[in-house]
């Protein structure tokens, strides 16, 4: 929720935010000042946030690494989209080697390589669509990896292929929950106002996508729900943006980011 607040409403602008304006924004989605206050903590430890004071307040301001996962979720949510109607079948393969030793190395490439859109075809060898860039996949765990570029030949069956390589069948459930709770006339009646709309709609909708690996839509089901579930995150976006924008322009307090120009 921290990281869909910056990346609606402060990514680019060269600020920092007040401890306050996150206590405030988030406290009208439930969340407690503790929990904002832990989070913002956790995140400085984990280098997705960088302190800074001004007088005797406390803010905060994107790092580096934060600053490239909000642009790849603005990636993914404005301009790639998750309809894959590419007209090349063409695939990344990967295929590694690591000693069974190596069980934290294993589990990080692993989570990487999901992360980049690939899936298991078999024991080492993972395949994602399109060309990826693996470099960025493997930097720095030592493995024994070797990337190619390949396109599928009779006779393969692509479709059982993605269906084996991927589970299908729990990223379309989560599409289908998606528009259970957001395709509706009055969507989260719960919740008290737009801004809070905004933050749970794209907060909701960012963890589907950066799981969705993009698929060709070819070797979907017919009934893939993904691009109907897009349409209506994006046309309720726009719906809730004059009200969040008010609110968020109320509500927040912000200094220049003094590493701004060192980006």
């Not at 294993?106 to 080492?124: I, K, M, T, Y």
Request: aromatic share 8%; net charge negative; charged share 25%.
């Amino acid at each position: 929720m921290i990281l869909t607040f910056l990346g609606d409403h402060v990514y680019g602008r060269g600020v920092c935010v007040s401890s306050g304006s996150f206590i405030e924004a988030f406290a009208r989605v439930g969340i407690s000042e503790e929990a904002t206050r832990s989070t913002l903590t956790r995140m400085v430890r984990r280098g997705l946030l960088r302190r800074q004071r001004s007088g005797r307040r406390m803010y905060f301001g994107l790092t580096p690494t934060s600053a490239e996962v909000l642009s790849d979720g603005e990636r993914r949510i404005w301009h790639s989209g998750v309809v894959n109607d590419a007209d090349e079948d063409r695939w990344t393969l990967i295929g590694f080697s690591l000693p069974e030793s190596w069980q934290r190395q294993r589990h990080e490439l692993r989570s990487r390589l999901v992360w980049a859109g690939f899936g298991p075809l078999q024991n080492g060898l993972w395949i994602a669509p399109g060309e990826v860039d693996a470099a960025g996949v493997i930097d720095d765990l030592g493995a024994n990896v070797r990337v190619f570029s390949a396109e599928p030949r009779p006779p393969t069956d692509m479709q059982a292929l993605v269906a084996d390589a991927y589970d299908l069948a729990d990223l379309g459930a989560r599409y289908r929950a998606f528009l259970r709770r957001w395709d509706q006339a009055d969507p989260a009646p719960d919740v008290p106002d737009d801004l809070a709309r905004s933050l749970t709609l794209l907060t909701d909708w960012l963890q589907i996508i950066r799981t969705d690996p993009r698929l060709p839509l070819r070797h979907l089901p017919h009934d893939w729900p993904a691009e109907k579930a897009q349409r209506v995150c994006h046309s309720l976006h726009e719906r809730f943006r004059p009200e969040a924008a008010r609110l968020v322009a109320d509500l927040l307090d912000t200094v220049p980011d003094e590493t701004w120009a060192e980006r």
